[in-house]
């Protein structure tokens, strides 16, 4: 059993180099038929159908084939919102949470920008796009452009690059992206855009690798395969990874506790979660400074209730803390994105 595994991955790993390479390299190498019957030939210890098997993982693997059941993309993306949520944290902080990349994003994160309430006199702004998905790629360089400055090239996926339009670059301050391993699609892609243009830092940990416009094509046995129907390039040219986005700053978190960390940022993580041996090096959330009795009375006396915590959220945030003491903002992430933009603030006002 041990040597039909062995050889069941070396399997794996020849089809995986031989289709690993460039074009150029390509010409160098035997044709892929005689390879494969070299292969079938002279490995011994496993079955048919095992071969075959990795045969067909490795082309894929290669190219970004995805097999499925024939359930279209539409059935997956119809439930999250284009603008999920909207915030301001620690006072200066510009907080947005994206659950679709949909051409319904643009205006309504446009129309965030432009709230006065929203986006005066902060610091920056976070985009978040943990759990962001989306096949639309219009859309993606539709909200890119938010960000662009007019003439500057976006996004081209098969159809043309797509130029910033004038009027449409709504802001100006540090802006960083939020990532995670459940970001995918065209929330990839407009991670990748904001950060080739020079407009964004992309922060979390790397994305999900299902970058690409796809094409269905029907397989014999009733299922579909899903292939990249053209590369995705950002205005440098530079094509998105097929293997996914890694960010800037690598900030790692299990999932499940991402996921509650959406709805509510200050929620305490229980040590079993955080400490959990599955998830290794996941170091606990920083906690920041809280008031001591002497400033505490003064913030009180000048009417401010929390003036270093949460502040109220402009849309609707379950489980906000309502203590006196300012609360710490648990989620690991979104912590490190608020440190940047208060560090970036403190240099800009020196």
């Not at 499925?68 to 993309?73: A, F, L, V, Y």
């Not at 679709?100 to 902060?122: I, K, M, N, W, Y």
């Amino acid at each position: 059993m041990q040597r039909k595994r062995t050889a069941f991955w070396t399997s794996v790993a020849a089809f995986g180099l031989a289709f690993g390479i460039s074009p150029m390299q390509a010409a160098e190498l035997p044709p892929v038929r005689e390879i494969y019957d070299l292969l079938r030939t002279n490995l011994q210890g496993w079955a048919a159908a095992e071969f075959e098997q990795a045969a067909s993982k490795a082309l894929l693997d290669r190219f970004g084939g995805i097999v499925d059941g024939g359930t279209s993309d539409s059935a997956a993306l119809a439930d999250p919102p284009a603008l999920a949520n909207k915030r301001v944290l620690e006072k200066r902080c510009a907080y947005v949470r994206v659950g679709q990349v949909t051409l319904a994003l643009a205006p309504q994160l446009s129309a965030a920008l432009a709230d006065p309430e929203f986006s005066s006199g902060r610091d920056g702004l976070i985009l978040d796009l943990r759990f962001a998905i989306g096949s639309d790629f219009r859309a993606a360089a539709n909200a890119a452009s938010l960000f662009i400055p007019a003439g500057q090239p976006v996004l081209d996926w098969g159809e043309g690059m797509v130029v910033a339009p004038e009027g449409t670059n709504s802001w100006s301050l540090p802006l960083i992206v939020l990532v995670n391993s459940q970001t995918s699609g065209s929330a990839e892609a407009l991670a990748g855009a904001l950060r080739q243009s020079g407009r964004g830092l992309i922060l979390g940990s790397k994305t999900a690798g299902q970058s690409g416009p796809r094409r269905e094509v029907p397989l014999g046995d009733g299922r579909k395969i899903r292939l990249p129907s053209a590369p995705v390039q950002f205005g440098n040219h530079e094509t998105l990874p097929a293997d996914g986005v890694t960010p800037d700053i690598v900030v790692n978190a299990p999932p499940e506790l991402e996921k509650n960390w959406l709805e509510n940022p200050w929620l305490v993580a229980s040590e079993d979660v955080s400490k959990s041996p599955k998830n290794p090096g996941v170091a606990a959330p920083s906690s920041r400074k809280r008031l001591n009795e002497a400033e505490l009375v003064r913030s009180r006396k000048a009417g401010v209730k929390n003036p270093d915590g949460p502040d109220t959220a402009l849309s609707a945030t379950p489980s906000s803390p309502s203590s006196d003491l300012p609360q710490p903002i648990r989620d690991s992430a979104l912590n490190r994105a608020i440190d940047l933009l208060k560090g970036l603030a403190t240099l800009r006002r020196n």
